[in-house]
């Protein structure tokens, strides 16, 4: 689908994505570079990040894919660091690298629960504060009165609850917190805007493939307002409003991009 915004929205700008090789995270380096921005994406395969910074180059998008995993900090370091070193600024940080599985609390370990909490949440606090120094304004590439901004992948599973998914409820309920409590402080600090998007069941994706695909297909159009399953698409495009000028006013929020669905309940 063409894109309601103008080519140049986001020219000039430097994006970093975690979980920037498939997925929403693909899907939103794809349309940032669309945009006009120079994209650095980072995961843990090796052959996924080859091919997504193939694709992204094929588009005519400068691009970068860094090997790496959010749970070591040594890593998002070393992936800050190459990216400024590669395109001499950073001025939006996606934070989209998830893990998710489907378990009962009953059968889930606490090192199940650990590990979803370490990549989405300590995962996404690790990449925020290691690109604090250049995110910040005046940092390196960066003017003394602008920072730049951080977008966090949330979900809506933990406005309500989820059957069996404790792990990642909890994972980014603490997410959301990160956004407002990030928005706070380095919005007074150092200009820097922090906000979140929150996305319902996404088609296409590997988090709506792990979440019974058939059900949400059939049974959710009896509730939905909107009677579909979401687009990659539609979540790019609110990361592109937010991340641009257009969202220059709006600090620690986290934007619900799901048809209306977790507000819903079966007609009866
Ligand atoms: C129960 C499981 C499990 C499963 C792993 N574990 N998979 N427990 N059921 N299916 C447990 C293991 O037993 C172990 O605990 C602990 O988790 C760590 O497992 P590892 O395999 O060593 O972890 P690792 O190789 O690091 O992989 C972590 C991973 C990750 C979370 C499983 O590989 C992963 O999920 N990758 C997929 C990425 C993904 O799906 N991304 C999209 C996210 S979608 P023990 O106790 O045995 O040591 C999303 C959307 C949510 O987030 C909202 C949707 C609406």
């Known amino acids: 689908m063409k894109s309601p ?18 997925g929403i995270g693909f899907e939103i ?56 070193k590669h395109f001499g600024k950073i001025d939006i940080l996606v934070n989209a690298a998830a893990g998710n599985f489907l378990v009962s609390s009953e059968d889930l370990s606490p090192n199940g629960f650990r590990t979803v909490m370490d990549i989405d949440s300590v995962g996404t606090f690790t990449m925020c504060h290691e690109a604090l120094v250049y995110l910040k304004k005046g940092g390196p590439g960066r003017s003394s009165s602008t920072g730049g901004t951080i977008l966090n992948i949330s979900a809506t599973l933990h406005y309500t609850a989820s059957w069996y998914q404790i792990h990642v409820s909890a994972a980014k309920a ?3 917190a990160i956004t407002r409590n990030l928005a706070l402080e380095w919005g007074t600090d150092y200009d820097i805007r922090v906000n979140g998007i929150a996305p319902g069941p996404i088609g296409d994706t ?10 949400i297909n059939s049974k959710a159009r009896e509730y939905m307002p909107l009677y579909k399953l979401g687009e990659k698409w539609d979540i790019a495009m609110a990361a592109v409003y937010l991340a641009s000028d257009a969202g220059k006013y709006i600090n620690g929020t986290t934007l619900v991009v799901d048809g209306g669905l977790w507000l819903s309940h079966p007609r009866h």
């Open 5 to 22: 915004f103008k080519a140049d929205i986001l020219r000039g700008k430097v994006a970093l994505l975690t979980g920037g090789g498939s």
């Open 29 to 84: 380096a794809t349309q940032f570079g669309k945009h006009g921005a120079s994209v650095a994406i980072m995961g843990r395969r090796i052959d996924v990040l080859h091919s997504a910074v193939s694709t992204l180059q094929s588009f005519g998008i400068p691009a970068v894919g860094f090997e790496g995993d959010v749970r070591k900090k040594e890593d998002a370091k070393r992936v800050v660091d190459s990216t400024v």
């Open 174 to 176: 603490a997410v959301d």
């Open 206 to 215: 590997a988090g709506i493939s792990k979440l019974a695909p058939e059900e």
